[in-house]
């Protein structure tokens, strides 16, 4: 069974829309690490946030949210009002307490943003 | 500012020659990883290395080789390249237990 499931394969939308990006993780540690990852065009791979297990609060960076909740095992991500520089594949990634240094990713998203 | 390079970036090989893709960092990471991008697939870890010397197998190690004789370097070799290896590869570096940050990519062609 994939530890990271992003179901959502890609996803288009106009800008200046909300867009969120879904990622369901699975992990019978109680300490372990979430990330998230955007691939633009160019092809490089640019970390946006680490969230770790014991903190489920939400975070806000500018545009960007991500909401943590354990009880469904999911770390959501939320892009408001949306620009078509936000157009990119993302990436979702879990490590796990018996070995916080193997990253288990997700297949991604690619989100189209269309002026 | 440290960084993390991948050489080269595109390459173009024929099926059964040696090759090798070059890794280099300069933040004096610990740990170094080799990734595999194709589509559908996401990321999948082929190689990785906690330490000089130290190497471990990940989940798509077959054909391919690594070795760690300095803290900066990890270079990926492909022993006898076949056209299910081209992919994109991604190398990346981060202290223990820590974000992984990854270089920009090599694209690699196998003919």
């Known amino acids: 069974a994939q530890k990271v499931t992003q179901a959502q394969t890609e996803i288009s939308v106009v800008e200046k829309e909300d867009v969120t990006l879904d990622c369901v993780y699975e992990?019978?540690?109680?300490?372990?690490?979430l990330f998230w990852y955007k691939q633009p065009p160019s092809g490089e791979l640019v970390f946006l946030i680490r969230r770790n297990s014991f903190d489920e609060q939400n975070e806000i960076s500018g545009r960007y949210s991500w909401n943590f909740q354990k009880s469904t095992s999911s770390f959501n991500f939320t892009i408001t009002a949306s620009q078509v520089v936000d157009s990119a594949v993302y990436f979702c990634a879990l490590s796990e307490a018996n070995n916080f240094n193997k990253f288990y990713f997700g297949s991604g998203t690619k989100l189209n943003v269309k002026p | 500012d440290a960084e993390i390079t991948q050489s080269p970036r595109h390459k173009i090989t024929e099926t059964g020659r040696q090759v090798t893709l070059a890794c280099h960092q300069t933040w004096n990471h610990n740990n170094m990883f080799w990734y595999r991008q194709d589509l559908g697939h996401g990321l999948r870890l082929i190689h990785y290395s906690y330490g000089v010397q130290d190497t471990n197998k990940g989940e798509v190690s077959d054909g391919y080789s690594v070795s760690r004789s300095n803290t900066e370097d990890l270079p990926l070799t492909l022993e006898s390249a076949a056209s299910s290896q081209t992919s994109v590869y991604f190398c990346a570096s981060s202290e223990s237990r820590d974000t992984q940050y990854f270089g920009p990519g090599t694209r690699l062609t196998v003919l």
């Open positions: 992990t019978r540690d109680t300490t372990y690490y």
